[in-house]
């Protein structure tokens, strides 16, 4: 199970670096500031846990 989590994790950072390299300059404003803030903010997190929405259905993480 940790080798699951471990290559789900290095593919989703994988997905970021892809984002990375695509949007350029634009990806800290369209995907990066928006991904900390889906992660970071208790606000978010309280809606995720009492709504039972994945933290991978926000666009930044699919």
Do not use: C, N
């Not at 699951?4 to 300059?25: A, K, V």
């Amino acid at each position: 199970m940790y080798s699951e989590h471990r290559d789900f994790t290095l593919m989703h950072e994988y997905g970021h670096t892809l984002q990375s390299i695509i949007l350029g300059p634009l990806f800290l404003p369209v995907v990066g500031l928006p991904s900390l803030l889906w992660a970071g903010l208790p606000v978010f997190r309280k809606y995720r846990e009492k709504s039972a929405v994945s933290y991978y259905r926000f666009y930044t993480e699919r």
